[in-house]
């Protein structure tokens, strides 16, 4: 069969839980995505300098980075983590609805850092729950919950075209006929069309246009709605509500039973770690952990390396996906503003489509053996991209190929490290904060130096990210087989302790009858 009949079951076990946490981090990827596209719009909504806007992607990324952090304390009762999801997607929804209201920066810095917040928080729960009910097998369906990041990240950019601006704020006019044949020639994909019903509806006037992207935040507010009733339908469903006769399990005495065909002993020992806390937690637990006195530094530099190739290769994403539209309609590619709006629906749904070939190929390869491949294939795309900066043809095909290669490099580097360490570390914790952190950073750094050096440096950073992540992974396989070497030199001492061990109780066994004999 295409699939292994051991994880059908397993799904078939915990398909509600898994469906509910897939449907969250489809919240997640619709509020990661619509920045971009709309980022002209709100900057006259907001009557802020672009400069001045680009603080909102800072506030997002950095409250992301903060829910990420802590997201991991909600993770102890199936209530508390439930309880998150809940608010956390309700949150998404709101946020939506209220941008159009943001008439100040700083109004919408502050709704963008709660949606950050909200989105941290999904992030890691969901990764944690997975990776928990799981286990060895999470690495297929980790890669389809990032799958639906990539879907929600699709969905808004292709919600927020047929609204935005043609020309930014104050250049021109349209009525309703007028945007109507706009709208329906942006659902059926044809950009000439489009282009040659604006310019021949083009005004000659000085009228200034009347911002509809209002409509689209609604949609995606309303898209996005069913997601926390969903969340709500499990925790009915769980006997959770309130006002309902309840219980609040640990999460873990749902995935023992979903588990106990599949793990046996190692399984048990796995599961007794995570509930003394020497699993997954969030970071600060993590680092006080009294279970990690002892252990050898191939353990710490597993999470060092593995949150430090995320750092940059999710570092990588953000910076593109943010500025591959400023980079086009720059020189020397100089696209128009409608064109290269396409641009980021082209990288999110290579990233859609990455994800989802990639949940049969971790199927039938090795993770580390997938990492390998997307990271070369990430530095071969980018360095094209930088040979051939002239041609807007190859800009489209290598962000298609950028996207693709970048897809699923989180999903397999998490349930990599998760695998290495036996589940009883803090990878996912670290390596979502990381993750989380590089997207933070790597924006305001790669943006402030197109900023100064111009748009050429676009590309030129992509390269530089990305092979540093390349060596720092290089770094990763060393001491992730030094941890694997200590920990079957460790099994093989164990064994030949209980070896040394069972023909001294059976001498004892056979003396003790013999001395017996001579007493009667």
């Not at 704020?169 to 709208?183: A, I, K, L, S, Y």
């Not at 092979?467 to 990763?476: A, K, Q, R």
Request: aromatic share 12%; hydrophobic share 50%.
């Amino acid at each position: 069969m295409f699939v292994d009949q051991r994880i059908v079951t397993l799904f078939k076990r915990n398909a509600h839980h898994t469906l509910t946490y897939w449907s969250v981090f489809f919240s997640f990827g619709l509020c990661i995505a619509f920045l971009g596209p709309t980022i002209l719009d709100l900057k006259c909504q907001t009557n802020s300098t672009l400069s001045q806007i680009t603080w909102v992607f800072f506030s997002q990324q950095f409250c992301l980075l903060i829910g990420s952090t802590v997201g991991g304390i909600f993770k102890r009762t199936l209530f508390s983590a439930l309880s998150a999801l809940f608010v956390s997607a309700l949150f998404i929804s709101v946020i939506f609805a209220i941008i159009p209201l943001c008439n100040n920066v700083l109004v919408l810095a502050i709704a963008m850092a709660v949606s950050g917040l909200a989105m941290g928080i999904i992030d890691t729960i969901a990764n944690i729950q997975l990776v928990t009910i799981y286990q060895k097998d999470s690495a297929v369906f980790l890669q389809a919950l990032h799958f639906f990041i990539g879907f929600g990240a699709l969905v808004s950019p292709l919600i927020a075209d047929p609204f935005l601006s043609e020309h930014g704020c104050g250049n021109h006019t349209e009525n309703g006929t007028e945007m109507m044949h706009h709208f329906r020639n942006m659902l059926r994909n044809s950009p000439i069309a489009a282009q040659n019903i604006n310019q021949s509806h083009l005004p000659h006037g000085g009228g200034e246009e009347e911002s509809i992207v209002h409509y689209a935040f609604w949609i995606m507010a309303l898209i996005n709605l069913p997601v926390p009733i969903i969340v709500l339908f499990l925790m009915y469903r769980e006997q959770l509500i309130p006002c309902c006769p309840r219980s609040t399990p640990r999460l873990l005495d749902k995935d023992e039973l979903a588990m106990e065909n599949q793990q046996g002993a190692e399984g048990t020992e796995v599961e007794q770690a995570a509930h003394e806390g020497g699993g997954h937690g969030d970071i600060f637990s993590c680092c006080q952990n009294d279970n990690l006195r002892g252990l050898p530094v191939s353990f710490f530099m597993i999470h060092i390396l593995g949150g430090m190739v995320l750092f940059m290769t999710d570092g990588i994403v953000g910076a593109y996906a943010g500025f591959v539209y400023a980079y086009a309609v720059a020189p020397p590619i100089s696209l128009s503003h409608k064109t290269a709006g396409y641009l980021p629906s082209i990288f999110w749904a290579a990233i859609t489509a990455g994800r989802l070939l990639s949940i049969p190929l971790t199927y039938r390869f090795p993770v580390v053996r997938l990492l390998m491949f997307n990271l070369v294939g990430a530095i071969v795309t980018v360095l094209l991209l930088l040979i051939l900066y002239t041609s807007s043809t190859f800009l489209f095909v290598g962000t298609g190929l950028c996207g693709f290669f970048l897809s699923s490099i989180f999903p397999c580097m998490l349930a990599y490290t998760e695998d290495i360490l036996s589940y009883q570390g803090c990878a996912t914790t670290i390596l979502v904060t990381s993750a989380g952190m590089g997207e933070m950073v790597m924006q305001v750094v790669v943006g402030s130096i197109i900023q100064t050096e111009g748009s050429y440096s676009f590309l030129l950073c992509g390269v530089i990210i990305a092979s540093i992540g390349f060596i720092v992974f290089i770094g990763l396989l060393f001491f992730a087989r030094m941890h694997t070497n200590y920990l079957t030199a460790g099994t093989t001492k164990k064994s030949a302790m209980v070896e040394e061990e069972t023909p001294e109780q059976n001498g004892s066994a056979k003396v003790e009858p013999k001395e017996e004999a001579g007493k009667s």
